[in-house]
């Protein structure tokens, strides 16, 4: 049975950094991602590493603050999150995909986790 199981959600100051991790459960995949859901928003991309972490991307709002990485000694995903905005504030989901990247829809990801809450205060 897969499993996402995301923590390190909290409350910040803006500016300050937040390290969020998902631990993977039940198989390995090939692309493994970030997205978040800002209260009264779509679902959005953050960022996404291949398997071997040799491949990444990121969305523009994100780029140069945000660094995702995968452990796969113990098939953890983390973000990185530094220079925090109060628009970064959002549920953050890890999601999982059987694809290879690009991917930064939705509908690409096959396995999500149940979320993890950032709110950034001003």
């Known amino acids: 049975q897969v499993q996402l199981v995301e923590s390190g959600g909290g409350l910040v100051q803006a500016g300050e950094s937040l390290r969020l991790s998902c631990v993977a459960s039940g198989r390995t995949f090939s692309t493994y991602a970030w997205f978040r859901q800002a209260p009264g928003k779509e679902r959005e991309f953050v960022a996404a590493s291949s398997w071997r972490g040799d491949r990444k991307s990121y969305a523009d709002s994100v780029k140069g603050r945000f660094t995702i990485s995968r452990a796969n000694t113990d098939n953890t995903l983390s973000l990185q999150m530094n220079s925090l905005k109060p628009e970064d504030t959002a549920v953050y989901y890890c999601?999982?995909?059987?694809?290879?990247?690009?991917?930064?829809?939705?509908?690409?990801?096959?396995?999500w986790g149940q979320g993890t809450h950032v709110t950034v205060s001003s």
């Open positions: 999601a999982a995909a059987s694809r290879r990247l690009p991917l930064t829809g939705q509908n690409d990801y096959e396995y």
